[in-house]
T-cell receptor, first 118, second 114 residues
Framework: GAVVSQHPSWVICKSGTSVKIECRSL??????MFWYRQFPKQSLMLMAT?????????EQGVEKDKFLINHASLTLSTLTVTSAHPEDSSFYIC??????????????FGEGSWLTVV | AQSVTQPDIHITVSEGASLELRCNYS??????LFWYVQSPGQGLQLLLK??????LVQGIKGFEAEFKRSQSSFNLRKPSVHWSDAAEYFC????????????FGQGTELSVKP
């Protein structure tokens, strides 16, 4: 079946540095991808919608300049956390949706990426 | 605004007992509804989904869910719980015209007693 892969699964970075997380659809083309953030013991909160070839749409309260999203191809979206701080430590999950209309499509989730900022 | 409520934060059931996890949504039209399961530190696995048609939906691992429009509910059920079912369960709604964007409930943590 369809698979969405995230890389890296775990990353530790120093405060003030930037870190990039990749989300790839391995066997289908994803016209739209979504980035979520999940704090421990909490639900997933949508951060942004990533559309191939156009700018991402951010949810209210999400800093566009801090969480840079690039969807350069139909199989890859990247989330870059810029000038990371300890409060950015979280579990980041992406999902991908194929094309051709929604009602027949399933949303596939990646395995998630743990970010720890020290 | 659309929202999803899972009233139970934590449920404990005995192995072999039946299970029902509650989910209520708020949305003007019929939404697309999903149940996902998440093991600690891992991503999400889709259990089942409802788009239209038969309101009783069968999923993987013996789970089923019933869409009740009058109650704005989409409760998840399993007749006999296994120890491996212990995990976090999320109900999610996708407004039909927003192509894949999901709004999640708070989640219900399921513990299974031997």
């Amino acid at each position: 079946g369809a698979v969405v892969s995230q890389h890296p699964s775990w990353v530790i970075c120093k405060s003030g540095t930037s870190v990039k997380i990749e989300c790839r659809s391995l066997d289908f083309q994803a016209t739209t991808m979504f980035w979520y953030r999940q704090f421990p013991k909490q639900s997933l909160m949508l951060m942004a919608t990533s559309n191939e070839g156009s700018k991402a749409t951010y949810e209210q309260g999400v800093e566009k300049d801090k969480f840079l999203i690039n969807h350069a191809s139909l199989t890859l979206s990247t989330l870059t956390v810029t000038s990371a701080h300890p409060e950015d430590s979280s579990f980041y999950i992406c999902s991908a949706k194929g094309g051709g209309g929604y009602s027949g499509n399933t949303i596939y989730f990646g395995e998630g990426s743990w970010l720890t900022v020290v | 605004a659309q929202s999803v409520t899972q009233p139970d934060i934590h449920i404990t059931v005995s192995e072999g007992a039946s299970l029902e996890l509650r989910c209520n949504y708020s949305y003007g039209a019929t939404p697309y509804l999903f149940w996902y399961v998440q093991s600690p530190g891992q991503g999400l696995q889709l259990l089942l989904k409802y788009f239209s048609g038969d309101t009783l939906v069968q999923g993987i691992k013996g789970f089923e869910a019933e869409f009740k429009r009058s109650q704005s509910s989409f409760n998840l059920r399993k007749p006999s719980v296994h120890w491996s079912d212990a995990a976090e369960y999320f109900c999610a709604v996708s407004p039909g015209n927003q192509g894949g964007k999901l709004i999640f409930g708070q989640g219900t943590e399921l513990s299974v007693k031997p």
